[in-house]
């Protein structure tokens, strides 16, 4: 019985973690940042604009430049 119990209580932390990082991409998926695992995500020059294909510098470092 109390092996049951502690399998739910891993499987309910289990699921409510698996639902935030789903709540965490969805909500920066909308809000448009084009790499969520950046830490400069926010502020990086490719998620404010539409182009990324440009040869400015990216700023946040997480695109590779174009040579």
Excluded at 10 to 34: P, Q, S
Excluded at 38 to 49: D, F, I, L, R, V
Excluded at 57 to 67: E, I, V
């Amino acid at each position: 019985m109390s092996s049951l119990i502690s399998n739910l209580i891993v499987i309910g932390i289990l699921a409510i973690l698996l639902g935030a990082a789903i709540t965490y991409i969805v909500r920066a998926k909308k809000r448009g940042v084009k790499c969520i695992g950046c830490p400069a995500a926010g502020t990086c020059s490719h998620a404010h604009s539409g182009n990324r294909d440009s040869n400015a510098d990216p700023g946040c470092g997480c695109h590779s430049q174009r040579k």
